[in-house]
């Protein structure tokens, strides 16, 4: 990781540009249910994961796509406004 990215300030992954690259540097566990946390753990979120932003519906509503590792996730917004990332 490089310097800049070091002092960054996390973003929502909700407002993460599309195509762009991030690592998870935080995730509100509280935020979040349990099978909704329980989810997210099994497909692999944790802080310092690497993800991309593959794709978000129009308007801001509706479920966004991103990458992790090999993987296309497809989010609800409230579970992705709960994970902050480190914009690469």
């Known amino acids: 990781m490089n310097a800049t990215a070091t002092f960054a300030t996390p973003v929502s992954l909700e407002k ?6 991030a690592t998870v540097a ?3 566990w509280t935020r979040l ?3 909704e946390a329980r989810r997210l753990r099994e497909l692999g979120f944790d802080e ?7 794709h978000r ?6 479920p966004i796509a991103c990458r ?10 409230a579970v992705a ?3 902050r990332v480190l914009p690469a």
């Open 16 to 21: 993460l540009p599309r195509h762009a690259h």
């Open 26 to 28: 935080q995730i509100d």
């Open 33 to 35: 249910s349990v099978p």
């Open 48 to 54: 310092g994961v690497d993800i991309e932003m593959l």
């Open 57 to 62: 519906s129009p308007f801001g509503k509706g």
């Open 68 to 77: 992790i590792g090999r993987m296309t996730v497809a989010l609800r917004r």
């Open 81 to 83: 406004a709960s994970v």
